[in-house]
């Protein structure tokens, strides 16, 4: 039976391998549970789904797919920007999160929604597109790619929203990174997703001052309950 309940927990402001870890021990339950399902289906335990938001501090992440060259800092100058580096189990290249940026973690059973990982990235990415356009942003995508693009049909092209996810038995985990009033400048030192001819941008720049985090969390989180159709508690 399909459960679309949703737990939503906003971790606030967390170190990288500590979010990692704690997504990876819900991930792991949930997995678990299907197993458990599969060799006792006289006995089905119903999984738990969970919307994470989080702020890290300064760190770069590296994809399954990425290539570490795309990191343009050694060890020295890392500490120096006061950022740290980790190689993780997403799909995707170099991305960087820190504050000002929303990352959201959907830890989600997709059969509880709909066994199609294309689909859900489209999913989480018209999410972005529907909280950017509440803000008068004309957002969309970029042919060929993931995430959340501006002008995407011309040179001007630039990403608001990066993309990365890792899915094991139609289980989620990591998710996407959201620049609301991102420090651009940390963009300068990695090749974004591996891309090296494109801008990177936030809602800031766009629209020329902070914006209310707090308040993009709230729409972001409508959308995507909405075009998932959770129950979100």
Known sequence: MKNKKVIFEDWGLVDYQEAWDRQEQVFAETV?????????PEDEKTTTNRLIFVEHPHVYTLGKSGHAENLLLNK???EQKQATYYKINRGGDITYHGPGQIVGYPILDLENFFTDIHLYLR???????????????????????????LDADNEKARKICAMG???????????FAFNVNADLDYFKNIVPCGIDDKDVTSMQ???GDRVDIAEVKTRLKHHIAALFEMDLQ
Not at 165 to 175: D, E, F, P, Q
């Open 165 to 175: 996810v890792r899915c094991s038995r139609w289980v989620t985990m990591h998710g």
């Open 76 to 78: 020295e100058q890392l």
């Open 32 to 40: 678990a549970i299907k197993s458990y399902n599969r060799s006792h």
């Open 123 to 149: 999913t989480l990415e018209e999410a972005v597109i529907r909280t950017l356009a509440d803000y008068d942003i004309v957002a969309g995508r970029y042919p060929g790619y993931t995430g959340v693009w």
């Open 205 to 207: 720049r766009e629209l």
